[in-house]
């Protein structure tokens, strides 16, 4: 079996266990505590309850796997990490609306520790099993940068400080006589734009394109080339050096194929001053205050 596929079937797999062992956790520290859950979970509820928690584990693994596709695509660590929170609280909510329409009996105790644990081990489990298959060499994905210039020398960089995302850069492909002397000294294959890479290469492996401005055209014959040949791990990433990209909202002009950036300027608002300035007094004055003793020592020394 593939290595890559069977990565991806663990993360699954062991997702929804950590999503389910959550619950059972729950009930096993209130009975050792507690001597018994009976005051927080009625015995003949827990069949109930176990049914609800197992369905959610289904549905929650399968929108992570067929919305988000996280164990298909390549995200970030943090991007990643914000997604798995914040579908755990809308699971989290789901649940409740669920126990709640039922009619079963709720313990607020009972299921704040649920997804007290749940928002502990999921997370932690995803990021330890991913790097340990990243380490194992089994979620790693072959990457081809086309490109040789500034911009493939700056993707290499970023490829190779995220090692979360599990891209091994196997060589670069020039479309140009101008190569950045910084990818030469890679000691990474540097192939010309002609066909012979193509005998070395999958249709599975990443392919990233990483060139300039000044090569639209080239970028588009790339473009082209992948989509007719059934190419699906392809990335584009244009030259945005100096642009703050963080928080900074994405849409499209679909008629033009143009995509907008939009730059939030949070000082802008009124209520994001306020809330600065509030913050600025309450914790200039906390600071004077708890300094207080150490301040006068030095205006009467």
């Given at each position: 079996?593939?290595?890559?596929?069977?990565?991806?079937?663990?993360?699954?797999?062991?997702?929804?266990?950590?999503?389910?062992?959550?619950?059972?956790?729950?009930?096993?520290?209130?009975?050792?505590?507690?001597?018994?859950?009976?005051?927080?979970?009625?015995?003949?509820?827990?069949?109930?309850?176990?049914?609800?928690?197992?369905?959610?584990?289904?549905?929650?693994?399968?929108?992570?796997?067929?919305?988000?596709?996280?164990?298909?695509?390549?995200?970030?660590?943090?991007?990643?990490?914000?997604e798995i929170f914040r579908t755990?609280?809308?699971?989290?909510?789901?649940?409740?609306?669920?126990?709640?329409?039922?009619?079963?009996?709720?313990?607020?105790?009972?299921?704040?520790?649920?997804?007290?644990?749940?928002?502990?081990?999921?997370?932690?489990?995803r990021v330890f099993v991913k790097?340990?298959?990243?380490?194992?060499?089994?979620?790693?994905?072959?990457?081809?940068?086309?490109?040789?210039?500034?911009?493939?020398?700056?993707?290499?960089?970023?490829?190779?400080?995220?090692?979360?995302?599990?891209?091994?850069?196997?060589?670069?492909?020039?479309?140009?006589?101008?190569?950045?002397?910084?990818?030469?000294?890679?000691?990474?294959?540097?192939?010309?734009?002609?066909?012979?890479?193509?005998?070395?290469?999958?249709?599975?492996?990443?392919?990233?394109?990483?060139?300039?401005?000044?090569?639209?055209v080239d970028r588009n014959n790339?473009?082209?080339?992948?989509?007719?040949?059934?190419?699906?791990?392809?990335?584009?990433?244009?030259?945005?050096?100096?642009?703050?990209?963080?928080?900074?909202?994405?849409?499209?002009?679909?008629?033009?194929?143009?995509?907008?950036?939009?730059?939030?300027?949070?000082?802008?608002?009124?209520?994001?001053?306020?809330?600065?300035?509030?913050?600025?007094?309450?914790?200039?004055?906390?600071?004077?205050?708890?300094?207080?003793?150490?301040?006068?020592?030095?205006?009467?020394?």
């Amino acid at each position: 079996m593939n290595k890559l596929f069977l990565s991806k079937f663990i993360l699954a797999l062991l997702d929804f266990i950590t999503f389910n062992a959550s619950f059972s956790l729950s009930l096993l520290i209130i009975s050792y505590y507690h001597h018994g859950y009976d005051q927080y979970l009625p015995v003949y509820e827990v069949d109930d309850r176990y049914y609800i928690h197992t369905l959610l584990g289904f549905l929650c693994v399968g929108w992570f796997a067929i919305r988000l596709r996280h164990y298909t695509y390549r995200k970030p660590f943090w991007f990643e990490l914000k997604e798995i929170f914040r579908t755990l609280l809308i699971f989290a909510v789901f649940e409740l609306a669920i126990v709640a329409f039922s009619k079963l009996y709720f313990s607020r105790y009972l299921w704040f520790l649920t997804w007290g644990i749940t928002f502990l081990i999921f997370p932690f489990a995803r990021v330890f099993v991913k790097h340990l298959l990243i380490k194992l060499s089994w979620f790693v994905r072959n990457t081809v940068i086309i490109g040789a210039r500034d911009n493939a020398f700056d993707i290499y960089n970023a490829l190779k400080d995220e090692p979360y995302l599990g891209l091994k850069v196997i060589c670069f492909i020039s479309v140009s006589n101008t190569t950045n002397v910084n990818v030469v000294s890679l000691d990474i294959p540097i192939l010309d734009n002609t066909d012979s890479w193509k005998s070395r290469m999958k249709k599975s492996d990443q392919f990233i394109i990483a060139l300039e401005d000044n090569e639209e055209v080239d970028r588009n014959n790339w473009l082209r080339y992948f989509s007719t040949n059934g190419y699906r791990s392809v990335s584009v990433i244009p030259t945005l050096r100096g642009l703050p990209l963080y928080s900074t909202d994405m849409s499209f002009m679909f008629s033009h194929e143009m995509m907008l950036l939009r730059m939030n300027n949070n000082l802008a608002k009124l209520s994001s001053r306020i809330l600065k300035r509030t913050m600025d007094i309450v914790v200039g004055s906390l600071a004077i205050i708890i300094f207080s003793p150490v301040l006068l020592y030095l205006y009467f020394a």
